[in-house]
Nanobody
């Protein structure tokens, strides 16, 4: 299974981007789908997750600005990012967590200019 992340780019502070992550084939027994990010020189950090039941959790810095959603039929997870800040600049990775293991996407670059 491969995850294809897309939607990253260069945006000015205050702007918006919508990230998408689609699986190359159907994935069964998904527990949750999420997004992580890694800024230059920093460790990868959690951003948001949505469970199979639709429960969402966000890192504090994303609350009120980011919205995670999923399309189960398409095995796709989205991250709507509004009011972007320069500190949101990072490579964003999607992750699908299943009973049998986890899958990671290849990452998509988000750059927010001030």
């Amino acid at each position: 299974v491969q995850l294809q992340a897309s939607g990253g780019g260069l945006v000015q502070a205050g702007g918006s981007l919508r990230l998408s992550c689609a699986a190359s084939e159907s994935i069964f027994s998904i527990n949750a789908m999420g997004w992580y990010r890694q800024a230059p020189g920093k460790q990868r950090e959690f951003v948001a997750v949505i469970t199979s039941g639709g429960i969402t959790t966000y890192v504090d810095s994303a609350k009120g600005r980011f919205t995670i959603s999923r399309d189960n039929a398409k095995n796709t997870v989205y991250l709507q990012m509004n009011s972007l800040k320069p500190e949101d600049t990072a490579v964003y990775y999607c992750k699908i967590m299943t009973v049998g293991g986890n899958y990671w996407g290849q990452g998509t670059q988000v750059t927010v200019s001030s």
